[in-house]
């Protein structure tokens, strides 16, 4: 007996070791073992050969550490608990997963399925293929005209007795433009799926019959019969409907169809989300680039969430950290060309030049548009127009002949005849972070994401294995 179990604890560690060989930890970040397979999957897809900044192995350690700490910040938020979170990740997983539950089989029975509900539908009638000469008459349509398009419908049948062209005179006459390009034809139809007057006429011609004209809800018919046939067997419109049904993303019911049979039959032991996460699972087991993306996805969506709570939302919104940042870095915005803080605007009456800079004068810059557009435009007709900003030269005609003197050509707005500049000239620098808030913001959010980076680096531990960072694709 302890031989045996001796055995088997050799056995144990023998797979064990094979499996750590196969696939060794690369890393570890606060504790979390990352394998060469994940590390391998994340180099690879960032630094394909249509990336155009390239990144060596060892250079890519770095950002691949700041992504997982990143996520293990997200853990420790318990941002992955987030009914939001699962919402979201789940609807991704099982795009994937969900195909997996239907088979081969399960098309071929939807498929069934649908050509005998067909095949009800159709009954003893079966399919008619017709032409048609349409005179449109709108609903409601006056007695007047609908006098005129019976008597032109009554003038084209006559034609047609008389041994007109039937496909002549429908591309010459119908006002049904879809059919008419193709000489009335209009395709094979079934009871139950068109106009009933247009139904009951059709059904009633032999093959080459022409009718009488016909007043339907759209207007008069002159309809031919083509060809009557029974609906096909199955066998020979197989392929059409099995075509159809990925056309028609049937797949999705079959799916859900699946689903609900395996629930019912497990007596309450499982649900839809049960199911597609044990499904998911075995699949990941089995196919290690399915895992990873679906991983990826995952910690993706972490990476977001945790990203844009600790940096992007919180410096977009940081007045207080915008003004201070820019504040203590000014120089970094000085420009080396001045700056027209102000606007271009062009009016339709002489007393409104003085009105817009009157409107405007001891506002905040931010505020001039919402004001302007209260006390000129506040209707539908507009009594001004506006180009307000902060321009360099080059950036407005209007700007650049009247502020910076530069000899250029405007085109004059068309029902606005007079053009006027307000604002005023900023030589060097933005008077505050606000002149340049993009900017600033980008900065502010690169400051922060340092920061955070320094503060996690601090937090977890991380540990790189430097033999087995070297086999990165390179192993057999």
């Not at 010459?172 to 009335?184: E, F, H, I, L, T």
């Not at 028609?248 to 699946?258: H, N, P, S």
Request: proline fraction near 3%; hydrophobic fraction near 35%; aromatic fraction near 10%.
């Amino acid at each position: 007996m302890k031989f045996l179990n001796m055995f088997a604890v050799m056995l144990v560690s023998v797979s064990m070791a094979h499996a750590q060989s196969s696939d060794p930890v690369v890393m570890k970040i606060n504790g979390v073992p990352v394998t060469r397979s994940e590390f391998e999957y994340s180099y690879n897809k960032n630094n394909s050969d249509d990336v155009i900044d390239k990144k060596t192995v060892d250079q890519y350690v770095d950002l691949f550490i700041n992504y997982k700490l990143k996520v293990a910040a997200a853990y420790d938020a318990k941002l992955d608990t987030l009914s939001s979170f699962k919402k979201e990740f789940y609807m991704y997983r099982d795009q994937q997963i969900r195909p997996a539950f239907v088979d081969s089989a399960d098309v071929l029975a939807e498929a069934h399925k649908i050509y005998q509900q067909t095949k009800d539908q159709i009954g003893p009638k079966g399919l008619v293929k017709p032409a048609h000469i349409l005179m449109y008459l709108e609903q409601k349509a006056s007695k007047e005209k609908q006098e005129q398009a019976r008597l032109r419908a009554d003038s084209i049948y006559n034609a047609l007795l008389k041994g007109a062209d039937f496909a002549e005179m429908a591309k010459k006459y119908s006002q049904d433009p879809g059919s008419a390009r193709n000489g009335g034809v209009i395709g094979w139809i079934q009871p139950g799926r068109t106009l009933k007057e247009f139904e009951t006429t059709a059904y009633a011609l032999k093959p080459g019959e022409i009718s009488k004209p016909v007043l339907s809800p759209v207007g008069y018919h002159i309809i031919k019969v083509l060809e009557r046939k029974q609906l096909e067997p199955f066998d020979s419109l197989k392929n059409s409907i099995v075509k159809f049904i990925e056309m028609r993303g049937l797949r999705e019911r079959i799916a859900d169809q699946k689903l609900d049979s395996l629930v019912k039959a497990s007596d309450g032991k499982e649900t839809k989300e049960s199911l597609l996460t044990k499904k998911a699972d075995e699949m990941a087991a089995n196919d290690p680039a399915l895992k990873n993306l679906i991983r990826e996805y995952h910690d993706g969506l972490l990476l977001y969430e945790i990203s844009n709570r600790v940096v992007w939302d919180k410096a977009a919104k940081d007045e207080a950290g915008l003004k201070n940042y820019f504040d203590r870095n000014k120089k970094k915005y000085y420009w080396t060309e001045p700056r027209y803080k102000g606007m271009a605007y062009h009016v339709k009456n002489k007393e409104d030049v003085d009105a817009v800079r009157n409107c405007v004068k001891g506002i905040a810059f931010d505020k001039w548009a919402d004001k302007l557009r209260a006390t000129f435009n506040n209707d539908s007709v507009l009594r001004i127009r506006v180009e307000k900003g902060i321009f360099k030269k080059g950036d407005n005609a209007f700007i650049d002949k009247m502020v910076f003197k530069k000899d250029t050509t405007v085109n004059q707005i068309k029902g606005f005849p007079i053009d006027a500049v307000y604002g005023k000239l900023l030589k060097k620098k933005p008077d505050s972070y606000e002149d340049v808030r993009g900017q600033v913001t980008a900065d502010y959010q690169e400051q922060l994401e340092k920061n955070w980076v320094a503060d996690l680096r601090k937090k977890y531990p991380v540990e790189v294995y430097q033999d087995v960072l070297k086999t990165v694709n390179n192993h057999k």
